[in-house]
């Protein structure tokens, strides 16, 4: 939590960039022809624009379906490669892609994650997605999972990319010209994991990420606070963000930030906005606080939530609108003088400690 008496610079600042905006209108706001896809300039420009406003750290949504059916639906690249995309066009801000657990092979997810922390020299978060119905299940040939073994299928993905992240020891590679070794087998590990449905004997193909375990993000619905780093907590009025926020803390979450839906006042009224845009199509209520109002206002809301949270993850309506008012009106009230610094890794902007490799603990234990 923050001290409400120094304002809001210790509020860490996250921005959802899936697609045109939260809203699923937001598309008819973004100059592109209904239908088509969405291309890498809109969304280097669209993390351009947060990393240049101070925020922290970028998530970008996804899928196993396409994002929708309307006519604005279009197609997209799955977030994983979108993050690693950006990596190189940025140098401050954090990338945490969704992937699912139930869709995605854990050694592959683990591997993916591992390799965009380095391409970003220490900026990668996961935000654990869940999907798991019949539809998501059906496109790698599985079927939908009942919610006891979604539960489980969850803490022993995460389990097992926690343990194979760990599996290359930090001073594993040795490049010994002399002995004509690249590393030190004795310091990469087998994880022999078994799960509930299945196993991964490991190690890793790549080595240990800079950051030694990659943050990991989680919704507050998976229920898996004691496994995350940051826990995203979406409640419809601040009392119940806070309560929510409690439980995750006496879990063991280091940090938890509140999910905020804003529609800002801009060259039109955020009222007439929304009204404009549920028009064309209805925006579904996901449970989360939602904004819709002046940038003013929106600060007295943060100021609030400061008090219960860590931090804030923004879904702006539509990213072409609401993205350059929270730059010039909100982040600016926000951030101050604490800009993530240039090669910063993520868990340092957070305020997050480098872990102790496992296995090196162990065998320093064993000594």
């Known amino acids: 939590m923050t001290d409400r008496e120094t304002g809001l610079a210790g509020l860490r600042l996250a921005l959802e ?45 996804d899928s196993p379906l396409p994002p929708g059916t309307g006519t604005g639906a279009a197609g997209r690249l799955e977030a994983g490669t979108r993050a690693s ?37 220490g900026r990668a978060g996961w935000v654990v997605g869940a999907a798991a119905g019949h539809d998501d299940l059906a496109t790698v040939g599985g079927v939908a999972l009942p919610a006891a073994a979604l539960a489980r299928e969850t803490a022993d993905v995460i389990d097992t990319a926690r343990a194979l992240w760990d599996s290359w020891e930090d001073d594993a590679v040795i490049k010994d010209v002399a002995s004509g070794r690249f590393l030190d087998s004795a310091r990469v590990h087998h994880i022999d994991f078994e799960g509930a449905s299945f196993t991964v004997k490991g190690p890793l193909i790549t080595p240990r990420p800079p950051q030694g375990q990659i943050v990991v993000l989680a919704p507050d ?84 939530l400061a008090d219960s949270v860590d931090g804030v993850r923004l ?25 993530p610094g240039s090669g910063a890794t993520l868990r340092a902007t957070l305020g997050l400690s480098r872990p102790v490799n496992r296995y090196a603990a162990a065998a320093a234990t064993n000594a």
Do not use: K
Request: proline share 8%.
């Open 17 to 61: 960039a899936d697609g045109d905006g939260a809203h699923p209108a937001a598309w008819r706001h973004s100059g592109r022809a209904p239908g088509a896809v969405l291309g890498p300039r809109a969304l280097r420009d669209v993390v351009a624009a947060a990393e240049g406003a101070g925020f922290d750290l970028v998530t970008f949504a």
């Open 85 to 121: 995309y950006a990596a190189p066009l940025t140098d401050r801000i954090g990338l945490a892609p969704t992937l699912h657990v139930a869709t995605t092979e854990p050694f592959h997810l683990a591997t993916q994650l591992a390799s965009l922390d380095h391409a970003s020299h």
């Open 221 to 304: 619905t998976l229920d898996v606070d004691a496994r995350a780093d940051v826990v995203l907590v979406g409640r419809p009025d601040p009392a119940a963000v806070a309560a929510r926020a409690a439980r995750a803390r006496e879990a063991g979450a280091p940090l938890v930030f509140a999910e905020v839906e804003v529609v800002l006042d801009a060259a039109v009224p955020a009222t007439d906005r929304l009204a404009e845009l549920d028009g064309a199509a209805a925006w579904p209520d996901q449970g989360r606080l939602r904004h819709v109002g002046s940038p003013e206002a929106l600060l007295e809301l943060l100021r609030e």
């Open 315 to 339: 879904h702006p309506a539509v990213l072409a609108v609401d993205l350059p008012v929270l730059a010039e009106r909100v982040l600016p009230e926000l951030t101050g003088a604490r800009v």
